[in-house]
């Protein structure tokens, strides 16, 4: 599947691009012809001026108005407005019942085709707008998914149902920070949600070490997906394309779908950014959210001739596998207090000291997955505050897991290598785009 159309040329202009981008994007949102809503004008109310319905007291007169699909005639419901909620062993019947709506009513709309299947299958939580008039039901409201309300309205003929389509839409966000305090702050100041900065860091957690290698002065450009809908921002979608400046050094990522519809993020040579270490394996957003790149290490200020690397954080912080690996040491281990050791290939071990406790599926003897938890940050050993000690040792010999050099995971494969330069090479482009104004703006005194 293809899912952006190649840059020709590149972009001049970013919002000309994103039109373009959009266009050829395939298999996102659901576009259908919205039925005829009610709008605000031909709404009739009781109030004098024009206050909007939903300031009044409820229970309330409401009428709702609309155009019936098969005849085009306007039919209306006006009456008693009601929310019925689905408890626990409610069924609409009871529902009816317990409001002394007509349940006859209600057998009618479930005659209606398409009726019973959109109407029946409720849960708990789930919610009906209902209008009446002493029971005698007008019209009956429920939005069943995100992007389909069924309506049911009495009309001449008896109830007709509408499905109102609430189309989503994603665009593409174009975004990109400095960070001068923290990555959450920059994230911020670049208008990106925590979660996306979130993704952002998951995507080069191979390459760099979010919690202390971070500098005044790193960038950051990320496109993402958001997802609208009638005007309003549902939610972030996934990052398509990002790049990172970390201390000089430029680092990028191209989100790409294969034949087999597996998405993940590559260089724009084609290899995966996966490697086989995680360069920190300590839950980041716990850690940096506390983190000042301009101060000293806030709690352990000292310099200190040991082998690993310390990541202050809150006790109780998740601490991750920093590879696949199997655990070969798991318990009490002198100052390093609780201890786990996993062995990895290629004759590498990992520790990961002064634990509060375990994780249960870290077992001697057991397989783990990089990134999976394998206990929480304490002070047990010798550590006078809650702090991750790691080690990386390769043939028994300390390495510097910040910095030591990891192979490159094997490239794309070959026959996908034209469909993956093909899907990324407009991101490209654009992230190109976004980089050079980023630079042109901060050209301006
Ligand atoms: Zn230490």
């Not at 990555?183 to 860091?201: R, S, T, W």
């Not at 080069?204 to 958001?226: K, M, P, T």
């Not at 790409?256 to 839950?283: C, E, L, M, N, Q």
């Not at 406790?357 to 047990?380: E, H, M, N, P, S």
């Amino acid at each position: 599947m293809m899912l952006f159309a190649p840059a020709e040329t590149e972009p001049a202009d970013i919002s000309a691009s994103l039109t373009r981008i959009v266009a050829g994007q395939s298999g996102t949102g659901v576009l259908t012809l919205p039925l005829s809503l009610p709008d605000a004008g031909p709404a009739v109310s009781d109030h004098e001026d024009n206050q909007p319905l939903a300031l009044t007291a409820v229970p309330r007169k409401d009428f709702l108005l609309s155009r019936s699909p098969e005849t085009g005639t306007e039919i209306g419901a006006t009456g008693e407005k009601l929310t019925l909620t689905i408890n626990s062993g409610d069924t609409l019947d009871s529902l009816f019942g317990r409001h002394n709506l007509s349940r006859a009513d209600l057998m009618a709309v479930l005659e209606l085709s398409d009726a019973r299947s959109m109407l029946r299958d409720i849960k708990p939580g789930d919610r009906f707008e209902v209008t009446h008039s002493d029971g005698i039901l007008q019209s009956l409201e429920r939005r069943v998914n995100e992007t389909t309300t069924v309506r049911v309205l009495r009309g001449e003929q008896g109830f007709v149902l509408q499905k109102i389509d609430h189309p989503i839409e994603s665009r593409l966000a174009y975004r990109h920070g400095t960070i001068n305090s923290s990555l959450f702050e920059a994230g911020k100041q670049a208008n990106v949600a925590d979660k996306v900065i979130m993704n952002l860091a998951g995507i080069f957690a191979w390459d760099i070490d979010f919690v202390l290698d971070i500098r005044d002065g790193d960038r950051f450009v990320v496109i993402y997906e958001e997802i609208w809908q009638e005007g309003e921002l549902l939610r972030d979608g996934e990052i398509q394309a990002a790049e990172f400046i970390n201390d000089g050094e430029s680092y990028r990522a191209l989100r790409y779908v294969d034949s087999s519809g597996k998405a993940d993020y590559y260089t724009p040579d084609g290899h995966s950014v996966r490697k086989a270490f995680i360069r920190a394996p300590v839950d980041f957003s716990r850690v940096s959210s506390r983190f000042n790149p301009r101060r000293r290490h806030p709690i352990l200020n000292v310099v200190r001739a040991h082998k690993g690397v310390d990541y202050a954080a809150p006790s109780g912080t998740q601490v991750k596998a920093a590879g696949d690996g199997k655990v070969i040491h798991r318990g009490r281990k002198g100052g390093y207090g609780n201890a786990i050791i996993l062995q990895h290939g290629g004759n590498i071990t990992t520790l990961y000291g002064h634990l509060s406790r375990f994780a249960r599926q870290a077992r001697v003897g057991r397989r783990v997955k990089q990134g999976q938890v394998i206990g929480y940050v304490g002070k047990t050993g010798l550590a006078t505050a809650p702090h991750l000690h790691y080690e990386y040792r390769l043939n028994g010999v300390h390495r510097n897991p910040r910095t030591v050099s990891l192979p490159k995971a094997a490239p794309i494969a070959e026959d996908q290598r034209e469909a993956f330069f093909q899907q990324t090479g407009g991101l490209l482009a654009q992230l190109d785009t976004v980089r050079r104004s980023q630079v042109a703006i901060a050209a301006i005194p």
